[in-house]
C-alpha cells in the first residue's frame, strides 16, 4: 500500500489566490513527520514545511501552512497569496521514528502547480 | 559549508557500462540516502546508510552497489548499466535520529541526471 497519496497531478491556481495541495498518509506509527519539498524546473528538493505527529497546532512557515488532520490522516499544503515562482512540483513525504529504515521518507507522486498571472 | 554535493551533475551511458556517482556532505550527518526519480513515480529508496562502513537495502536496490568508507561520502555503483536505470539520483543526508528526533531536516542534494542508452 501507498504510504504517501497525492490525488492531484496537476493545480492551476491565479497569482494571489490560495490554493491547498491534498495528501494522506498510512502508517500504524504513533510517532512520524510529515514533510512538504518544492522542486522547481532546476530540480533541486527543497524543503518547505514539516509537521509532528503530536504537534496540535498546524504548522507555519510563511505563506506555507501545513493542514493536518490526524483522524483523516491528511496533511495537506496551503499556499496563500500565490506567487509566479510558485510554480513547480510539490512532494509531501513521511518519515516514521518506528521505520525499519532509518530516516528514511516516503514520498508521495508529487504535485505539478502551474500559478498564472 | 557546501552542504550536500553529487558528482557528476549528468551523464549519459551506454548499456552495460559501469559508473561510480558521489555524494559528500561536509555537515557531519551519520545518515545517508541515495534515491532515484522517475516521471510520475516521486523520489524511492535505492540504498541507504547509517554510518561509516555501513549500508543497507531500500526499496529499489537491483542493479546497484553502495560504499560508505568515510562517513563524509556515499557511494553509488551501477556495474552494467541498463536504460532502466535512466532517472535523476538524489542523495540526501540528516543526523541521527536517535539525537534529533522525527522532525530532522533530510538534506538533499542537487541531482545527478543519467542518461542510459
Known amino acids: 500500500a501507498q504510504k504517501i497519496t497525492q490525488t492531484q497531478p496537476g493545480m492551476f491556481v491565479q497569482e494571489k489566490e490560495a490554493v491547498t495541495l491534498d495528501c494522506t498518509y498510512d502508517t500504524s506509527d504513533q510517532s512520524y513527520g510529515l514533510f512538504w519539498y518544492k522542486q522547481p524546473s532546476s530540480g533541486e528538493m527543497i524543503f518547505l514545511i514539516y509537521?509532528?505527529?503530536?504537534?496540535?497546532q498546524n504548522a507555519t512557515e510563511g505563506r506555507y501552512s501545513l493542514n493536518f488532520q490526524k483522524a483523516r490522516k491528511s496533511a495537506n499544503l496551503v499556499i496563500s497569496a500565490s506567487q509566479l515562482g510558485d510554480s513547480a512540483m510539490y512532494f509531501c513525504?513521511?518519515?516514521?521514528?518506528?521505520?525499519?529504515?532509518?530516516?528514511?521518507?516516503?514520498f508521495g507522486r508529487g504535485t505539478q502547480l502551474t500559478v498564472w498571472p | 559549508n557546501a552542504g550536500v554535493t553529487q558528482t557528476p551533475k549528468f551523464r549519459v551511458l551506454k548499456t552495460g557500462q559501469s559508473m561510480t556517482l558521489l555524494c559528500a556532505q561536509d555537515m557531519n550527518h551519520e545518515y545517508m540516502y541515495w534515491y532515484r526519480q522517475d516521471p510520475g513515480m516521486g523520489l524511492r529508496l535505492i540504498h541507504y546508510?547509517?554510518?561509516?562502513?555501513?549500508?543497507a537495502k531500500g526499496e529499489v536496490p537491483d542493479g546497484y552497489n553502495v560504499s560508505r568508507l568515510k562517513k563524509q561520502n556515499f557511494l553509488l555503483g551501477l556495474e552494467s548499466a541498463a536504460p532502466s536505470q535512466t532517472s535523476v539520483y538524489f542523495c540526501a543526508s540528516i543526523n541521527d535520529l536517535r539525537l534529533a528526533g522525527v522532525l530532522e531536516t533530510q538534506y538533499f542534494g542537487p541531482g545527478t541526471r543519467l542518461l542510459v542508452l
Open positions: 509537521q509532528g505527529s503530536y504537534d496540535e
Open positions: 546508510s547509517v554510518g561509516e562502513g555501513t549500508t
Open positions: 513525504a513521511m518519515r516514521e521514528l518506528g521505520g525499519s529504515t532509518l530516516g528514511r521518507l516516503y
